[in-house]
């Protein structure tokens, strides 16, 4: 069954050193979601990503994020400076075109920033 | 926006016992519900959705209904596994510019013992 995988599992770094995650979404899907947990919160949304440009993003998703899709197959997480905050679980969907209802994830990538 | 609350874990039944967790949401308009489940080490799945007032999701035995009148979507199941540990995700969808983003709740740790 295909899957989105995501890599690193985890990731440690530096306060104010640049990170990026990666994230292999299900082939023939278009809509692309990056989402992120602190521990012991919510779920948040952090963007949507559709036809190669952003679609939506929520507040949290200011000019230190950006993402990319650079290749057919990646899309990318790129956190410039990392901040103590910035330590979560970080999650990667996607979801096929006329099928809004269902986004699927992969297992996420826990940064650790120190 | 939308919101979700759900209940505090964690919650710890005996096999075989009833499993409620509660799940309330606000929104506009007439968002599609979901629950999803993460087992350990692993991503978010979908468990289960509803996209209008009075439909009922069910999968593996787990059911929810929407209610609109009450503005929930408590996700039950008659008789527990020990392989239903997990953690347990109340969301709605937000359709906004179209990208229909996820709006999660805290999640609910469930453990069932033999």
């Known amino acids: 069954e295909p899957e989105v995988t995501q890599t690193p599992s985890h990731q440690v770094t530096q306060m104010g050193q640049e990170v990026i995650l990666r994230c292999v979404p299900i082939?023939?899907?278009?809509?692309f979601y990056w989402y992120r947990q602190i521990l012991g919160q919510k779920v948040e949304f952090l963007v949507s990503?559709?036809?190669?440009?952003?679609?939506?993003k929520s507040e949290i998703f200011d000019d230190q994020f950006s993402v990319e899709r650079p290749d057919g197959s990646n899309f990318t997480l790129k956190i410039r400076s990392t901040k103590l905050e910035d330590s979560a679980m970080y999650f990667c969907?996607?979801?096929?075109?006329?099928?809004?209802?269902?986004?699927?994830f992969g297992a996420g990538t826990r940064l650790s920033v120190l | 926006g939308n919101s979700v609350t759900q209940m505090e874990g964690p919650v710890t039944l005996s096999e075989e016992a009833f499993l409620t967790i509660n799940c309330t949401y606000t929104?506009?308009?007439?968002?599609?519900l979901f629950w999803y489940v993460q087992y350990p080490g692993e991503g978010l799945q979908l468990l289960l959705k509803?996209?209008?007032?009075?439909d009922k999701g069910s999968n593996k035995g787990f059911e929810a209904t929407y209610r609109k009148e009450t503005t929930s979507f408590h996700l039950e199941k008659g008789s527990v596994q020990v392989s239903d540990s997990a953690v347990y995700f109340c969301?709605?969808?937000?359709?906004?510019?179209?990208?229909?983003?996820?709006?999660f709740g805290k999640g609910t740790k469930l453990s069932v013992i033999p």
């Open positions: 969907a996607s979801r096929r075109q006329g099928d809004k209802n269902i986004q699927y």
């Open positions: 082939s023939n899907h278009l809509y």
């Open positions: 990503f559709y036809n190669n440009e952003i679609s939506e």
């Open positions: 929104a506009t308009g007439y968002p599609s």
């Open positions: 509803a996209t209008k007032a009075d």
């Open positions: 969301a709605t969808a937000y359709s906004g510019a179209g990208s229909y983003q996820l709006t």
